[in-house]
């Protein structure tokens, strides 16, 4: 059983960046394809980035390709998110989560795919 806890959410101006973490506990992320998703109020939650459990390959949802940056630690046990340039369309909580798998090259797209969930934390951009 692996817990996820997001953190480096806030408020930042529009153009601004923040870097959100990832951390894992009670497993290692190594196993995992890890991705990140977000949800506004009122709207569904939305596909962001994926990363690959070797961290090989990624895949952006297309409103983020171009600022949006996935990576991850797995010495640290930790997936990370940097944003830049970001608009205010980008306020939402972000969740980070984990799906257990054996291939080290496929990332996870389908949120209902993933076997664990971090608890979110809101990033509010201004104009």
């Known amino acids: 059983q692996v817990q996820l806890v997001e953190s480096g959410g806030g408020l930042v101006q529009a153009g601004g960046s923040l870097r959100l973490s990832c951390a894992a506990s009670?497993?290692?992320?190594?196993?995992?394809?890890m991705g990140w998703f977000r949800q506004a109020p009122g709207k569904e939650r939305d596909f962001v980035a994926a990363?690959?459990?070797?961290?090989?390959?990624?895949y952006y949802a297309d409103s983020v390709k171009g600022r949006f940056t996935i990576s991850r630690d797995n010495a640290k046990n930790t997936e990370y998110l940097q944003m830049n340039s970001l608009k205010p369309e980008d306020t939402a909580v972000y969740y980070c989560?984990?799906?257990?798998?054996?291939?080290?090259?496929?990332?996870?797209?389908?949120?209902?795919?993933?076997?664990?969930w971090g608890q979110g934390t809101q990033v509010t951009v201004s104009s």
């Open positions: 989560a984990g799906k257990k798998l054996y291939s080290s090259s496929t990332v996870v797209v389908v949120g209902v795919e993933y076997d664990y």
């Open positions: 009670g497993g290692t992320i190594s196993s995992y394809a």
């Open positions: 990363i690959s459990r070797s961290g090989v390959s990624t």
